[in-house]
């Protein structure tokens, strides 16, 4: 299976690098889903959530408020300006990282009209991991 190389940036450091099977990301004319080999494109994200398909069938989300992404045939290099992974061994680190979430949403909240959208997603995410 082909894979493509995942790098999503904040002011604050790397937040994911590695590679994945496919990319779904929220675009600004809505959601669109990246494979290897996809079409160069560079497009504007709204704040929603980033799902990240791995080569063991696993599914890492990040929620991001705003962004970038750069997309070739073989990397997509996503800048954001406030992202948190919904991530984690046990369920301290999800339920911190769930905390992040629902702050960096709270921050968004009064600009995007699809918040709920994307609470439910992260609530749904953080299910599956638990």
């Known amino acids: 299976m082909d894979k493509l190389k995942l790098e999503?940036?904040?002011p604050n450091g790397m937040i994911y690098d590695g590679d994945a099977v496919s990319v779904t990301l929220p675009g600004e004319e809505g959601e669109f889903g990246v494979l290897a080999?996809?079409?160069?494109l560079t497009t504007l994200?709204?704040?929603g959530v980033i799902d990240i398909e791995k080569e063991d069938k696993s599914v890492e989300s990040v929620l991001i408020n705003w962004g970038v992404v750069?997309?070739?045939e073989k990397k997509v290099i996503v800048l954001v300006e406030g992202a948190v992974a919904i991530r984690g061994d046990n369920e301290s680190d999800v339920a911190k990282a769930l905390d992040e979430a629902k702050e960096l949403i709270n921050d968004i909240a009064d600009s995007n009209p699809a918040i709920a959208s994307v609470s439910a997603r992260i609530e749904s995410a953080a299910q599956k991991l638990i």
């Open 8 to 10: 999503i940036l904040t």
């Open 70 to 72: 750069q997309v070739d």
């Open 37 to 40: 080999h996809h079409a160069s």
């Open 45 to 47: 994200l709204e704040a």
